[in-house]
């Protein structure tokens, strides 16, 4: 009988301080602890990989987190710069220009934290590089070049929920974050959603939002022309009225197999493996990519350390499923219930699809071991 592996470490730092020892100080110890400077070399560059934030958005990662992995990065003979990837709608991310200048807004400077900030698929999201993984849905994927070319890679994540995968995390992070324009693309591709008339008021508001101009009022009621629609899936959010829909059974597992085969890619360019940084703050139902942040659910809980993408995504859908939900929120009337926060928020889809999927890509283990730093 094959001997099963020892559970994956995932440090949690929790968000206690005083005078002599601040969060700031418990996350450097996290990350020694982790021994994160193992999945990199002297003179490495090395891809920190997160997410800027749309503008109008406020829930994604402060600066001072970014810089403490910076400056432990390049205080160690590292080259660091920040990166992120074209997106696949239209908004102030989608191509490079727009993309550093929100960054920059949103306070990723070289100025603020010591490093550049370069867009990992080019101008407008067209520079990729093809690597094999042998997935269930693609045999190669294709990965942001500066991400696949470069030396390294830690990964730094807001955790939150998410309007097709239930949460977001580490592995989106890297799946769907890592794809070039083209691969979002793919992955989103079996995502097409389609206008309940019973439901629909006709109000307009999602062919007033759609970035591709995919949706049309016709007899009073919005239509979806799925040949431009590119499953995007923001009407979703937008709809006052739900009026949106999706088969989730079907395109919810596949948006979630694909990413996480997204994932394996980038994973493969990485010899030394990459180091993961969760952060479980300003929990948000849906997904950093609109131009707002709703009201956090549950409580800030901490950040999370790992060089296991499945453990430490395991770890922190634990972390959150375990609070107390917080009244007035998205979770509406079940704030007080105990239980799965992520499908309370996205009750149509099953989170846990990304773990299953990611373990039998050999991304990593859902069996992990909580060694809290203090």
């Known amino acids: ?50 997410h800027f934030g749309e503008k109008g958005s406020t829930a994604y990662l402060r600066t001072p987190y970014v810089k403490a992995v910076v400056d432990l990065l390049a205080g160690n003979g590292r080259v660091p710069f920040l990166t992120d990837t074209i997106t696949l709608y239209v908004g102030t991310r989608s191509d490079s220009a727009r993309h550093i200048m929100t960054a920059v807004e949103n306070g990723f400077s070289y100025a603020s934290i010591g490093v550049p900030v370069i867009i990992a698929d080019g101008l407008k999201g067209g520079q990729y590089e093809s690597v094999e993984v042998g997935g269930k849905h693609f045999s190669e994927v294709k990965i942001a070049a500066d991400i696949a070319r470069a030396d390294s890679m830690v990964v730094l994540t807001h955790v939150k929920g998410h309007e097709l ?99 394996a890619g980038v994973a493969r360019t990485k010899k030394r493996g990459i180091g993961y940084v969760n952060f479980i703050m300003d929990f ?15 409580p800030n809980v901490g950040i999370l350390v790992s060089r296991d993408p499945v453990a430490i995504d395991r770890a922190s859908a634990d972390l959150v499923n375990r609070q107390q939900g917080l009244k007035g929120t998205a979770l509406g009337s079940k704030y007080k219930a105990r239980g799965d926060k992520i499908r309370m928020l996205h009750p149509d889809i099953d989170w846990k699809i990304q773990i299953r999927h990611a373990e039998e890509m050999g991304l990593g283990s859902s069996r992990y071991e909580l060694v809290k730093v203090t």
């Open 1 to 50: 009988m094959k001997k099963r592996a020892d559970p994956a470490k995932v440090y949690f730092v929790d968000l206690r301080a005083n005078t002599d020892r601040s969060v700031l100080d418990k996350l450097r110890e996290a990350l020694k602890q982790a021994d994160l400077l193992k999945v990199t070399a002297e003179g490495d560059l090395v891809a920190v990989k997160l």
């Open 165 to 263: 995968t239930g949460i977001g995390g580490a592995l989106k992070n890297l799946g769907m974050g890592g794809g070039s324009r083209a691969g979002k693309l793919a992955m989103h591709s079996d995502v097409r959603p389609s206008i309940s008339k019973e439901k629909c008021t006709g109000c307009g508001k999602c062919v007033q939002w759609c970035q591709v101009k995919a949706i049309s009022l016709k007899g009073k009621k919005a239509f979806i022309d799925s040949s431009i629609c590119v499953g995007c899936a923001e009407c979703i959010v937008v709809c006052p009225e739900r009026a949106p829909r999706i088969e989730w059974n079907w395109s919810g597992s596949l948006v979630q197999e694909k990413m996480v085969e997204y994932a």
């Open 284 to 298: 948000s139902p849906q997904c950093d990519c609109y131009p707002f942040s709703d009201t956090p659910v549950i």
